[in-house]
């Protein structure tokens, strides 16, 4: 069965850096859409970012400051958050869905990964 499995999350001081990496198992990254998205405490979980073939974006909150990127030979996506801001505290969650339609955070993804927490202290 897919699994996704999230690494890298921790805590640091505000304007710090963190990479999160989630390895995928039977499941082709390089050609999927895959995201990452966060849910903080009482809050509604949300897109952060997205990637597949030739195209990423990125939530406007996070623009400017956090990359997505994958590496296929490994089949591992990676979020590189720098900057990081209070406001960026929350766990942290790899998703993927096969290519089908093209990616978006709005779509509904069909495999998930357990989560990583991510917490920055003022």
């Known amino acids: 069965q897919v699994q996704l499995v999230e690494s890298g999350g921790g805590s640091v001081q505000a304007g710090g850096s963190l990479r999160l990496s989630c390895v995928a198992s039977k499941f082709t990254a390089s050609s999927a859409c895959m995201a990452w998205f966060r849910q903080a405490p009482g809050k509604e979980r949300e897109g952060v970012a997205y990637?597949?073939?030739?195209?990423?974006s990125y939530a406007d909150s996070v623009k400017g400051r956090f990359t997505i990127s994958k590496d296929g030979a490994k089949n591992t996506l990676y979020l590189q958050m720098n900057s990081l801001k209070p406001d960026d505290t929350a766990m942290y969650y790899c998703a993927a869905r096969p290519w089908t339609v093209p990616c978006s955070l709005y779509l509904q993804y069909n495999y998930w990964g357990q989560g990583t927490q991510v917490t920055v202290s003022s």
């Open positions: 990637i597949t073939v030739g195209s990423t």
